[in-house]
């Protein structure tokens, strides 16, 4: 490789301090290919192009670089007569001569393969990015929207909750595993299911058990996903989520918190909340008939009572499922996924189950959260590392409080006093038989 001069490094250092002087780029590209270093006068000039690509005496020395045939220098004054001398005796006229061939242009110049060729040297002034709205990616593309594929989770994963099971096998999924039978008894598919209860009790889960029985896709949209400050977008990010569904049907699209996007419209002095939830209602009728086939809608809170009552109506989420704290096989489960990578000796889970009653799901991984820490400080402090036994699990469980009291409490009122039409007797049921009421 040709070593460079000290006049072209000099130059090096001036274009760099000065990108965008044009004369002093092509001075430096000239002398470049003069000094035989090709490569990097097609790289100078390249850049010179970007900025200025007109300029005559760039595209010139791009044609002179890339082998294409460049004009003589004699060829633009051969025709040209020699100048009169003031004292020389005047001269017959020349013989008609014929014109001289005009300089070659470069007007034919293979441009887009000299791109080509200096694409790796050279990169790109601009680069592509998405159309965007608001700042946001197109909702229109359904890759905005965070769509699951089918999953592998399915109801026979969900630990113990034998009620919840059966409920969903009669209200949702057995007249989808059963056309012919929903034919003869007229079964209709329309609507949706409204899972309410106490928070970290697997509302979430068993949404997804549900995609998985029925192999669709799963859509899980909260009101981060919705709200927007932009008057109307609101309203148009929820008509996308169910186009999105639509698109990718057969999908489950999973509302969460659904309290936040469809709370009660006469407690609102928003109205762009109103027009959301107003929105939403006409998503779940569907525009045309059978708009929605194939999009099975789920919806999860944990203060039913704070929904919009025309959300329940019958054709929308009119079907309920109450998911309360995990029965006593489903803690079990759930003790064994939290303990499976754990290092413990002798834990005996029928004991720890029944030193568990009423806590949620949540309340068990922090359980097992707390007993491993506290393994983990007595070994630090004595120095000999050990296992976690029943002691640590055992000493966590007391100190851990039901998070799911304060929701009970508040729900205990709405059961004695706003349970219209029998709408809360499955929580009325239960706070009986534990006494709560």
Known sequence: MLAESPLIQSLRTAVAAAPDDVPLRLHLAELLLDAGHTDAAVAEVAVTLQRAPGDVQARELMARAMGAPAPGPDDATAAAPPPASPTAPPQAPAPEQPPAPAPQSTVGFDWTAAQDQVGDVVPPRFTEAPLTVDGKADPGDAAAWDVELPGTVRLVDVGGMQE??????????????????RR????SLRGGLLMYGPPGCGKTFIARAVAGELGASFLSVSVNDVLDMWIGNSERNMHEVFQTARRQAPCVVFLDELDALGGKRSRTQSSPMRNTVNQLLTELDGIDAGANEGVFVLAATNVPWDVDIALRRPGRLDRTLLVLPPDGPAREAILRYHLRDRPIENVDLSKLVKATDGLSGADLAHLCEAAAEYALLDSARTGTVRLIGMPDLLAAARQIVPSTEPWFAAARNVAMYANEGGMYDDLVAYLKKKRKL
């Open 164 to 181: 919840v099971k059966e409920r969903l096998e009669a209200a949702f999924l057995a007249p989808l595993r059963n056309p012919e039978l």
């Open 184 to 187: 003869l008894y007229g079964k």
